[in-house]
Protein backbone atom coordinates (compact mmCIF):
# COMPACT_ATOMS: atom_id res chain seq x y z
CA UNK A 1 0.00 0.00 0.00
CA UNK A 2 1.36 3.59 -1.05
CA UNK A 3 2.07 6.00 -3.25
CA UNK A 4 2.11 4.64 -6.69
CA UNK A 5 2.69 7.52 -8.90
CA UNK A 6 2.66 11.26 -9.09
CA UNK A 7 2.46 14.17 -10.56
CA UNK A 8 3.08 17.73 -9.02
CA UNK A 9 0.87 17.44 -5.98
CA UNK A 10 -1.47 14.89 -7.62
CA UNK A 11 -0.87 11.23 -6.08
CA UNK A 12 -1.73 7.97 -7.02
CA UNK A 13 -2.43 5.89 -4.51
CA UNK A 14 -3.79 2.93 -2.49
CA UNK A 15 -4.00 2.96 1.05
CA UNK A 16 -6.94 2.23 3.94
CA UNK A 17 -8.40 5.41 3.56
CA UNK A 18 -8.01 6.35 -0.21
CA UNK A 19 -8.39 4.02 -3.18
CA UNK A 20 -6.77 6.36 -6.50
CA UNK A 21 -5.12 3.68 -8.63
CA UNK A 22 -3.39 4.69 -12.14
CA UNK A 23 -4.38 2.47 -14.85
CA UNK A 24 -3.96 1.92 -18.54
CA UNK A 25 -0.62 3.66 -19.06
CA UNK A 26 1.09 4.03 -22.53
CA UNK A 27 3.69 5.62 -23.58
CA UNK A 28 5.86 5.27 -26.93
CA UNK A 29 9.31 6.52 -28.28
CA UNK A 30 9.32 7.90 -31.56
CA UNK A 31 11.93 8.78 -34.40
CA UNK A 32 11.52 12.59 -35.97
CA UNK A 33 12.51 12.41 -39.72
CA UNK A 34 12.20 14.25 -42.73
CA UNK A 35 12.19 12.67 -46.54
CA UNK A 36 14.93 13.67 -48.81
CA UNK A 37 14.04 13.88 -52.83
CA UNK A 38 17.88 15.01 -53.44
CA UNK A 39 19.23 12.34 -56.10
CA UNK A 40 23.23 14.15 -55.83
CA UNK A 41 23.38 10.82 -53.35
CA UNK A 42 22.58 12.30 -49.84
CA UNK A 43 20.70 9.83 -47.65
CA UNK A 44 17.18 9.64 -48.25
CA UNK A 45 15.80 10.43 -44.85
CA UNK A 46 17.13 12.48 -42.43
CA UNK A 47 16.59 11.82 -38.91
CA UNK A 48 16.15 15.06 -36.76
CA UNK A 49 16.38 13.50 -33.68
CA UNK A 50 13.35 12.24 -31.52
CA UNK A 51 9.29 13.42 -31.25
CA UNK A 52 8.30 14.72 -28.27
CA UNK A 53 7.29 11.79 -25.95
CA UNK A 54 3.58 11.41 -24.58
CA UNK A 55 1.97 9.62 -21.95
CA UNK A 56 -1.70 8.77 -21.90
CA UNK A 57 -3.67 6.84 -18.24
CA UNK A 58 -6.38 7.48 -16.38
CA UNK A 59 -7.95 6.26 -13.03
CA UNK A 60 -11.54 5.51 -11.39
CA UNK A 61 -12.38 8.06 -8.88
CA UNK A 62 -15.20 6.35 -6.39
CA UNK A 63 -16.61 8.57 -3.81
CA UNK A 64 -16.94 5.02 -1.99
CA UNK A 65 -12.88 4.68 -1.76
CA UNK A 66 -12.67 8.33 -0.14
CA UNK A 67 -12.55 10.48 -3.11
CA UNK A 68 -14.33 13.44 -3.63
CA UNK A 69 -15.08 12.73 -7.23
CA UNK A 70 -16.51 16.14 -8.36
CA UNK A 71 -13.09 18.15 -6.44
CA UNK A 72 -10.70 16.23 -8.52
CA UNK A 73 -12.33 17.04 -11.54
CA UNK A 74 -12.10 20.60 -10.87
CA UNK A 75 -8.37 20.09 -9.52
CA UNK A 76 -7.45 18.30 -12.42
CA UNK A 77 -9.22 20.38 -14.98
CA UNK A 78 -6.96 23.64 -13.66
CA UNK A 79 -4.24 21.84 -13.66
CA UNK A 80 -3.96 21.67 -17.99
CA UNK A 81 -1.22 23.00 -18.93
CA UNK A 82 1.50 22.87 -16.12
CA UNK A 83 4.54 20.95 -16.43
CA UNK A 84 6.03 18.74 -13.59
CA UNK A 85 8.05 15.50 -13.05
CA UNK A 86 5.89 12.42 -13.33
CA UNK A 87 7.13 9.84 -10.68
CA UNK A 88 6.48 5.71 -10.73
CA UNK A 89 7.32 4.08 -8.05
CA UNK A 90 9.24 6.63 -6.45
CA UNK A 91 11.81 6.87 -9.62
CA UNK A 92 11.22 10.23 -12.48
CA UNK A 93 9.99 8.50 -15.83
CA UNK A 94 11.83 9.88 -18.84
CA UNK A 95 14.39 12.79 -19.09
CA UNK A 96 11.80 15.70 -17.41
CA UNK A 97 8.48 17.39 -17.18
CA UNK A 98 5.69 16.40 -18.77
CA UNK A 99 2.89 18.75 -19.43
CA UNK A 100 -0.69 17.92 -19.42
CA UNK A 101 -2.53 18.28 -22.20
CA UNK A 102 -6.03 17.25 -21.52
CA UNK A 103 -8.38 15.67 -19.09
CA UNK A 104 -11.24 13.43 -20.18
CA UNK A 105 -13.88 12.66 -18.22
CA UNK A 106 -16.43 9.98 -18.92
CA UNK A 107 -18.03 7.50 -17.39
CA UNK A 108 -19.75 9.20 -14.70
CA UNK A 109 -22.28 7.96 -11.95
CA UNK A 110 -24.37 10.36 -9.81
CA UNK A 111 -26.98 9.56 -7.72
CA UNK A 112 -30.59 10.98 -7.44
CA UNK A 113 -29.23 14.39 -5.62
CA UNK A 114 -26.86 15.36 -8.64
CA UNK A 115 -23.45 13.98 -6.25
CA UNK A 116 -20.76 12.31 -8.20
CA UNK A 117 -20.18 9.08 -7.18
CA UNK A 118 -17.83 7.84 -10.13
CA UNK A 119 -15.74 8.70 -12.81
CA UNK A 120 -12.91 7.72 -15.25
CA UNK A 121 -10.49 10.21 -15.53
CA UNK A 122 -8.42 9.93 -18.64
CA UNK A 123 -4.81 12.00 -19.18
CA UNK A 124 -2.77 12.99 -22.00
CA UNK A 125 0.81 14.30 -20.90
CA UNK A 126 3.21 15.30 -23.21
CA UNK A 127 6.71 15.88 -22.87
CA UNK A 128 8.21 19.63 -21.69
CA UNK A 129 10.55 21.64 -22.62
CA UNK A 130 10.76 25.05 -21.43
CA UNK A 131 10.86 27.71 -24.44
CA UNK A 132 14.24 28.83 -23.32
CA UNK A 133 16.04 25.89 -23.45
CA UNK A 134 15.11 25.05 -27.17
CA UNK A 135 14.65 28.56 -28.64
CA UNK A 136 17.36 30.58 -29.24
CA UNK A 137 21.16 30.20 -29.81
CA UNK A 138 23.43 32.95 -31.09
CA UNK A 139 25.81 31.34 -33.64
CA UNK A 140 29.01 33.37 -32.81
CA UNK A 141 31.83 33.33 -35.79
CA UNK A 142 34.96 35.09 -35.76
CA UNK A 143 35.54 38.00 -38.11
CA UNK A 144 39.04 38.78 -39.69
CA UNK A 145 39.92 40.87 -37.33
CA UNK A 146 39.62 38.16 -34.72
CA UNK A 147 36.68 40.05 -32.98
CA UNK A 148 33.55 37.62 -32.19
CA UNK A 149 30.80 38.91 -33.72
CA UNK A 150 26.97 37.41 -33.62
CA UNK A 151 25.23 36.21 -37.06
CA UNK A 152 21.69 36.92 -35.62
CA UNK A 153 19.41 34.62 -33.20
CA UNK A 154 18.20 31.73 -34.34
CA UNK A 155 14.52 31.19 -33.59
CA UNK A 156 14.02 27.71 -34.99
CA UNK A 157 14.45 24.42 -33.09
CA UNK A 158 17.90 23.33 -31.25
CA UNK A 159 19.08 20.86 -34.22
CA UNK A 160 18.73 23.44 -36.88
CA UNK A 161 20.27 26.14 -34.52
CA UNK A 162 23.42 23.61 -34.41
CA UNK A 163 23.58 23.21 -37.98
CA UNK A 164 23.30 26.67 -38.65
CA UNK A 165 26.49 27.34 -35.98
CA UNK A 166 28.47 25.00 -38.36
CA UNK A 167 27.57 26.01 -41.59
CA UNK A 168 29.04 29.66 -39.88
CA UNK A 169 31.96 27.83 -38.99
CA UNK A 170 32.76 26.46 -42.20
CA UNK A 171 33.00 30.02 -43.20
CA UNK A 172 35.34 31.04 -41.25
CA UNK A 173 38.57 32.39 -42.75
CA UNK A 174 42.49 32.39 -40.97
CA UNK A 175 42.97 36.16 -40.75
CA UNK A 176 45.80 37.29 -42.52
CA UNK A 177 48.25 37.40 -39.24
CA UNK A 178 47.30 33.80 -38.73
CA UNK A 179 48.37 33.18 -42.04
CA UNK A 180 51.63 34.55 -41.89
CA UNK A 181 52.65 32.72 -38.42
CA UNK A 182 52.18 29.19 -40.54
CA UNK A 183 53.48 30.19 -44.32
CA UNK A 184 56.79 27.90 -44.26
CA UNK A 185 57.76 30.88 -46.21
Request: proline share 3%.
Amino acid sequence: MGVIAMWGTRKFEINPSRIYPLSGFTTAFKLKSDANADTSGTQPINTRGRELEQITCSTRCLASAGVDVRGEMGIWRGMVGQAYPLMIGGMSFGAGNFQLESVNISETELDMNGTFLAATLSFTFTEYIPANAAATAKATTTSASGKSSSSGTATKSMSEAIAAQKQEALKTKASADDKTKRSPY
